[in-house]
């Protein structure tokens, strides 16, 4: 295997969790009586450009499907945060009616209303045609397809050209991320910008992240190595905030490089002096990940026996992509944890993809009323905790698993 970026032979292990299949493939019950495919969840690091990244076992087409089970907007925090974004872009940088806004990977449209609201032209690029078909639905336009430079070339031929270029959580997402890349190049306005957010590596090795791990995201970023690939495709990186999301993410900002009017913040090297005293660029501090998301499954396997030994019942919310991660990691099925509510009908009547737990919705929390409810997307632990407060009538008690067990 060669780097995606780089090309460098990739020899250095980060971490190997076993075979898992596609964590957002959710079964129906006819399919759980015909094979299921597992693809090997092994991340290498490159050693050259220190982009941490999994070979594409899982098809980039297969995986972001016509039946992709993911949509943005029924996290309420996130609608939250999105707007709030929205609502910082227009005072920064002053898009208006005039503007272009295009977004890639605009699922079901959860973010572009936002600057519709406002009057701003939008655009939204979602290759998922069940997810787009929703964002038409508001009265978005979106294109189906996935982008790259043959796209970008296209949509700048008939006269597009993107004010802001934005991306939440897909630059991670991508098989052939120099041709992902190139393609904001082209499609970027000469004084335009460009955000993306992601899920940040150091905190994904800090905080022991092993389930932000699956078959979707094909790279793991840090500043350093990003820096590196916006620059060989002719963009600079001009800013960088961190956020809060999806257990710490980056948003940068960036532009042409020969784009004078915008200049460096300090908040640029800062970040990359930040990175460089943690050790992302020592291949030593990728070495111990292994044994790090071993203790996490094995802290969980044990929590999950003696509850079960003491006749605790045991359920779980979210059917997060990341929760799939650590259940088939850990092997952890329904003898264990009984069901997971999600409030997605998307998922809803369906089981997940590996352990085959069942997903409902949540009356039938109410109705088991378990004695844990495990919280598999642990960066909405707060939103999930304050929603199903009422477990408490009952003694119920919450659980996470990431970085380390919590019960409260």
């Known amino acids: 295997m060669k780097c995606r970026f780089c090309s460098n032979e990739l020899t250095q292990q980060f971490v190997d969790l076993g075979f898992s299949p596609p964590s957002n493939a959710f079964l129906t019950l006819s399919q759980l009586n015909e094979p299921e495919t597992f693809f090997p969840l092994k991340i290498m690091v490159c050693e050259k450009c220190f982009l941490v990244q999994i070979d594409e076992f899982a098809k980039h087409d297969e995986i972001f499907n016509g039946e992709y089970a993911y949509f943005s907007s029924f996290s309420t925090s996130w609608l939250s945060h999105v707007k709030k974004y929205t609502e910082l872009m227009i005072e920064r940088f002053g898009f208006n009616s005039q503007s272009q806004v295009v977004e ?8 572009l209303q936002y600057f519709k609201e406002r009057g701003i032209p939008a655009l939204g690029i979602e290759p998922t045609a069940n997810t ?7 009265g978005i336009e979106t294109i189906v397809d996935f982008f790259g430079v043959s796209l970008a070339t296209r ?19 991508v098989p ?7 393609g ?22 800090d905080k022991n992240q092993l389930d932000t791990i699956y078959h979707e995201h094909f790279s793991y970023l840090s500043l350093g190595t990003v820096k590196q690939i916006f620059k060989k495709n002719g963009l600079q990186i001009f800013d960088v905030e961190e956020i809060a999301t999806h257990g710490g993410s980056l948003r940068i900002y960036a532009k042409h490089t020969e784009d004078n009017s915008k200049q460096i913040e300090d908040a640029v090297n800062n970040l990359l002096n930040k990175e460089e005293a943690f050790g992302l660029r020592n291949i030593d501090e990728y070495n111990k990940f292994q044994i790090k998301s071993e203790k ?7 929590f999950l026996l003696n509850a079960k030994r003491n006749g605790k019942k045991i ?45 409902v919705n949540e009356s039938q929390l109410k109705e088991f009323k378990p004695d844990y409810v495990v919280i598999l997307p642990w960066n909405l632990k707060e939103e999930i905790s304050n929603q199903l407060r009422y477990i408490r009538n009952w003694d119920g008690k919450f659980i996470v698993a990431v970085p380390e ?3 409260f």
């Open 184 to 205: 904001l190049r082209i499609l970027l306005n000469s004084n335009g910008v460009i955000t993306f957010e992601f899920p940040h590596l150091l905190q994904l090795i």
């Open 104 to 111: 890639i990977a605009s699922n079901d449209g959860y973010l």
């Open 315 to 359: 359920a779980a919310y979210g059917a997060a992509a990341k929760g799939n991660t650590l259940l088939n990691f850990a092997g952890i099925r329904k003898d264990m944890i009984s069901f997971v509510v999600d409030a997605s009908p998307y998922k809803q009547n369906k089981f997940l993809p590996g352990v085959h737990i069942p997903v």
């Open 176 to 182: 052939d991320i120099n041709d992902f890349v190139g």
């Open 296 to 302: 996490v499954k094995d802290d969980f396997i044990e």
């Open 405 to 407: 067990i919590l019960i």
């Open 155 to 173: 949509l700048a031929a008939e006269g597009t050209r993107a004010d802001l270029l934005l991306g939440n959580n897909v630059l991670a997402h």
């Open 132 to 138: 787009a078909a929703i964002a038409k639905q508001k």
